[in-house]
């Protein structure tokens, strides 16, 4: 048994075994994780990372691009937005600034500006990073923390949809993804944060945060003030 990384229920059991590593899964949030002592080092991780930096690169454009489209479909005016965990090409940028938006960009290790996780954004992009959290609550509730009211998270990752085809699943033998997610991970996500889960299929998952007026207030802590 082992504690959920995203949950943090102790109820998990052992779900699979291969030379390389065991994954567990929860019962509660149904995350699908990698035992921790398989964990690469962080220097071999970023090595990589570092490597595979250029891949992908034309599907994370595309992806961003997507992304504001569909958000200047709600709102007329320019946007503020994070893409998080993996570094467009600067191009990209240009591409999306030159609507009139701003975007900015934070990686933990090629451009780790904490000043970046200190404000609120219209969006957040997330592409083939939430797969790679070993710590995957912490980094949800950094995530939901930096939306704005009715600010969209959108999520590209690889849903597991085939629990009994994990064993053939080549996304599973990258040792730097140790999270996988399914589809009632995310609606368990969402659920939990009254956030609502517009998509999630194939491997995009769209998610809001809800507006002011429809955040229900916490009672005050301070009523004997
Ligand atoms: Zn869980």
Redesign the pocket.
Known sequence: MRR?P??H?QHSSLFHQDKKRITYI?D??K?VFSDASSHLPPAVEKRRYQQQASKNQKQLKQFLISLVLQCEQQTHLPLTGLNFGRVAEAQTVLNIESRHHTLKQYDPYFAADHDLLKRQYDFICCYRVFEHFRSPLKEWSLLGNLLKPGGWLAINTKLLTDLSAFDKWHHKNNLTHVSFYQRSTFEFLAQEAGFKLLFAANDLILVQKPSGSDIKRGQSSHDDV
């Open positions: 959920c995203l949950c229920d929860c509660r949030c995350l």
